[in-house]
């Protein structure tokens, strides 16, 4: 025979398990949510609308140390650093392919954004009556800011030549398409990081015309 | 004749024998009255070997070991040939320790060397790659900026990559010449150069002669000294 206190109580106790067990479904889907809503939703892919434009890629080649201009058709925003972003995610997405003459794994996720900024060093907007919209802001030199993705760096190979070749590719790549960038610098996750893998500055501001070659020659 | 005859006795010898002696001994007297002129001291010629990571670092992972242990392996070998060459050298590690990139370049800033060489390996590309600092080159300053340091040598730096890049070919060792930002040598104030060894590949990038090939690390360490004599060779001509 059970108590009847027993009864009550294990009733109970059954009853808070149980509501419980809600509760903490229901902060599930919420965490769910916010994570969802937390990732990052700028656009990778290009928006079909957008036409499809030639685009020069400097890919590099470990082989020789060489980096070569290549032709590409994509449709790309207008926005110039979405642009630009779309551009180093080709880039990465065949230095991605298996067979890459320069294989680094990532691709186009690798770039998380690109900001573009007026060089320093830029004078200060003089405007004149007749020309009152070509500020030295709207029409001077660029700075592009890579903001590459830990994940990036973490996998990129360790190498001289290797961080090098890639750095210059980056820098030619956006001065290519975007003759305005005449600078670059790198970060990593947001923040400075000494070197790529060990090896190549990213300290450093690069002058994107020292990584632009003649033809397949050396950087 | 009392004087002819005490040199006679003096010397024992006869007349156009004391006169062959006499004429002789014109030179000799000449140049003992003419300022000593001293023999020009030969200029000190210093390589710095710097074996690239160690300690917490281990850089690049080759096949079979890491690049901290290669580029140190390197230049243990490195320095014996060119000890053996006469060349003083003196090296940022003997053993795998944690060296600060500025401390390597202080290292090799206070050896006032003719040379430094920054050594590294990589598993991509093929044969040996030698960078020089991308700095644009710079006249020479008093008080040069730390991360700059290079730029007032870059241009005896590339005339010594193009030296160790013909040594190397001549060894039959493939070579790529390049450019790189690198915060040790940009920081060098001496001709620096970055060597990267890397597999000896054939056209088809199938792995030729690896990188712990005995054979293949002793004819890159023979070319590199060999390219070090003609450079100090170089650095002495007038």
Known sequence: MIARYQTILFGVLLAASVAMGIVLWQLRERAHQRLLQGQDSAPTQAPEVAPAEPATLLVANDADNSLLSQVQTLPLPKDPGARARLILGKLMDLYAAPDAAHPVPGGSSSIAQVFLLPAPGLSAGITTPSSPAKTPEASGPQLAVVNLTGAFAASHPSGLEAETLTVLSICGTLHANLPRVTQVRFLVDGQPRPTLAGHADLTRTYLATDAVPTEGAHP | ?238
């Open chain 2, 1 to 238: 004749m009392p004087v002819r005859l005490g040199i006679r006795r003096f010397f024992g010898t006869s007349k156009p024998a004391l006169v062959a002696v006499l004429a002789a001994a014109v030179p000799i007297a000449a140049a003992a009255q003419a300022p000593p002129v001293p023999a020009a001291p030969q200029p000190r010629f210093v390589v710095v070997l710097d074996a690239a990571h160690g300690g917490d670092d281990p850089g690049g992972k080759l096949d079979t070991q890491a690049e901290k242990a290669y580029t140190l392996s390197l230049s243990v070998k490195l320095r014996s040939l060119l000890n053996a060459r006469g060349i003083q050298v003196v090296t940022t590690r003997e053993s795998d320790t944690n060296v600060d990139t500025n401390r390597r370049a202080e290292i090799a800033n206070h050896a006032n060397a003719q040379a430094c060489l920054s050594l590294h390996a990589s598993q991509t590309g093929s044969g040996v790659h030698l960078f020089a600092s991308s700095l644009a080159p710079a006249p020479p300053t008093r008080l040069p900026a730390w991360k700059t340091g290079q730029s007032a040598y870059v241009t005896r730096s590339l005339a010594m990559a193009g030296i160790l890049n013909s040594a190397l070919q001549h060894a039959g060792i493939a070579v790529t010449l390049g450019r790189t930002a690198m915060p040790t040598v940009d920081s060098m104030t001496c001709p620096a150069i970055a060597i990267e060894i890397a597999p000896d590949r054939a056209a088809g990038s199938t792995t030729k002669t690896g990188l712990d090939d005995p054979g293949y690390q002793a004819s890159v360490a023979e070319a590199i000294a060999a390219a070090m004599l003609e450079w100090k060779t170089e650095a002495h001509q007038p």
